[in-house]
C-alpha cells in the first residue's frame, strides 16, 4: 500500500500492526549523458515497489531533493544540492509529525554515497534528524526527566526490541556491505547502470555515453540487465531480512 493513498482507517491498521513504513531517500544528480537524474531515487524506489509484492509494507512518499553534492559535476551539470542543515531541518519536522501521529516502524531506505556503508552528508542528515526528532517525541509525551523516571527503569533491558523508541526510525542501503561485495558498486557505471536498467529500463541510454566522457561512466558500456537481475535479486533478499 502506498501512504499518498492511505485513508485514517488504513493508517490506523499501519499503526496497530506496526507496519513498516518504507521511504526512498533519493536525490537530483549528474549521472553522465547515459543515465537519468533521478538514479539514485529510482533504484531505492523501484527495490521498495518489488519489495512490496514480497511482503506488506506502507510505501511513504520519496525524498528527492537533498544534498546530493558538486563532487561529481558543477551547479550547471542539473544536480539540485540542498545544503546539509537545511535538508535536515526539514527531515526533523517530516519524522517528528511521523511519531506524533503514532508511526514507530519506519524506515529510510539510501542508495546515494552508500558504498560499504560509510556514513556521508546526506546519510548523516537523516539519522540526526530522526535522533533528534525521537529525543522530542519523547520529551513532548513523557516530561522532561522521562529517561530518568522510574517507569524506564527496564529501559536497558528493551534496547534490542520493538519497544526500543530509538528504533523507530532506521536509516539502511539499498544493498549491504556484503551485497555490494558480492557484485560491485560504482556511480554512473557498469553496477549502477545495471541495477537501473533492471528496475527502470528507460532511464538508461547507453548509445548516449559517446555525448561526453567521464572516468567513472566508461565501465557503463558493460552494464546488462543479467547482471542488474542479480544485484536486484540479492538487494531484495536483504531488503527483506532487514525490513520487519
Given at each position: 500500500m502506498k501512504l499518498d493513498f492511505c485513508f485514517p482507517r488504513e493508517l490506523e491498521r499501519i499503526k496497530k500492526e506496526n507496519i513498516p513504513v518504507?521511504?526512498?531517500?533519493?536525490?537530483?544528480?549528474?549521472?553522465?549523458?547515459?543515465?537519468?537524474?533521478g538514479c539514485d531515487t529510482l533504484v531505492a524506489q523501484g527495490l521498495i515497489e518489488r519489495l512490496s509484492e514480497q511482503k506488506e509494507i506502507c510505501i511513504a512518499p520519496s525524498v528527492s531533493y537533498s544534498p546530493a553534492s558538486?563532487?561529481?559535476?558543477?551547479?550547471?551539470?542539473g544536480t539540485v544540492h540542498v545544503e546539509e542543515d537545511a535538508f535536515e531541518a526539514y527531515l526533523y519536522y517530516v519524522f517528528f509529525s511521523m511519531l506524533s501521529s503514532g508511526l514507530h516502524n519506519i524506515y529510510?531506505?539510501?542508495?546515494?554515497?552508500?558504498?560499504?556503508?560509510?556514513?556521508?552528508?546526506?546519510?548523516?542528515?537523516?539519522?540526526k534528524a530522526?535522533?533528534?526528532?525521537?529525543?522530542?517525541?519523547?520529551?513532548?509525551?513523557?516530561?522532561?526527566?522521562?529517561?530518568?523516571?522510574?517507569s524506564y527503569s527496564n529501559y536497558y533491558q528493551q534496547l534490542e526490541g520493538a519497544d526500543n523508541p530509538f528504533g523507530w526510525i532506521k536509516v539502511i542501503p539499498t544493498m549491504s556491505t556484503e551485497v555490494?561485495?558480492?557484485?560491485?558498486?560504482?556511480?554512473?557505471?557498469?553496477?549502477?547502470?545495471s541495477i537501473l536498467m533492471s528496475l527502470?529500463?528507460?532511464?538508461?541510454?547507453p548509445d548516449r555515453l559517446g555525448d561526453i566522457?567521464?572516468?567513472?561512466?566508461?565501465?557503463?558500456?558493460?552494464a546488462d540487465t543479467k547482471l542488474g537481475d542479480k544485484m536486484v535479486r540479492l538487494s531484495l533478499e536483504y531488503l527483506n531480512n532487514t525490513i520487519k
Open positions: 518504507v521511504i526512498a531517500g533519493g536525490t537530483v544528480e549528474y549521472h553522465g549523458p547515459h543515465c537519468s537524474y558538486y563532487a561529481v559535476a558543477d551547479e550547471k551539470s529510510v531506505v539510501i542508495h546515494h554515497q552508500f558504498e560499504n556503508e560509510s556514513l556521508m552528508p546526506m546519510t548523516l542528515s537523516y539519522m530522526a535522533k533528534r526528532a525521537t529525543m522530542k517525541y519523547l520529551e513532548s509525551t513523557l516530561g522532561r526527566g522521562w529517561w530518568g523516571s522510574e555490494q561485495k558480492a557484485t560491485g558498486y560504482d556511480h554512473a557505471g557498469k553496477f549502477e547502470c527502470y529500463p528507460e532511464a538508461v541510454k566522457d567521464h572516468w567513472f561512466t566508461k565501465s557503463a558500456a558493460e
